[in-house]
């Protein structure tokens, strides 16, 4: 078993998912994770890989960016920044800041996350307020 080390498993599922490699996106998953979407939760990889295999209409991508993670043990909460970027040039159309309360398992893989809007939400579903 190793040391869960959430800035780095969030980063690599950052990375993944900008990069649209699901293989290495869903390495970053525990089998059983669960993830809060707008469509509502999804519940271990195979729902995942459902996910994320749906095509995007428009003229728009998206891409995540990490601000920073705020951890304590297994829990943590990822500042980020979705930006949406038009497809023909890649420049930027919008950005949003989110905020992600992501628990790792014993593994050090994800097990949960939880997106919010409002960053101090996040922290205080984290139970890492101050």
Known sequence: MRTPDPEAIVGAYVDAFNSENLEAL??????????????GPLVGRDAVRRWAKRRASGSLSQRLVLD????????????????????????????????VV????????????????????ALAAAGLDD
């Open 26 to 39: 869903v390495a970053t998953l525990s089998e059983d994770v669960e993830i809060a979407s707008k469509r």
């Open 68 to 99: 920073g993670v705020r951890a304590e043990g297994r829990d943590a909460v990822a500042f980020l920044r979705r930006q949406w970027l038009w497809i023909e040039n890649g420049e930027l159309a919008d950005e949003e800041e989110l905020a």
């Open 102 to 121: 992501v628990g790792l398992d014993a593994d050090g893989l994800i097990a949960r996350w939880h997106p919010f809007d409002d960053r101090s939400k």
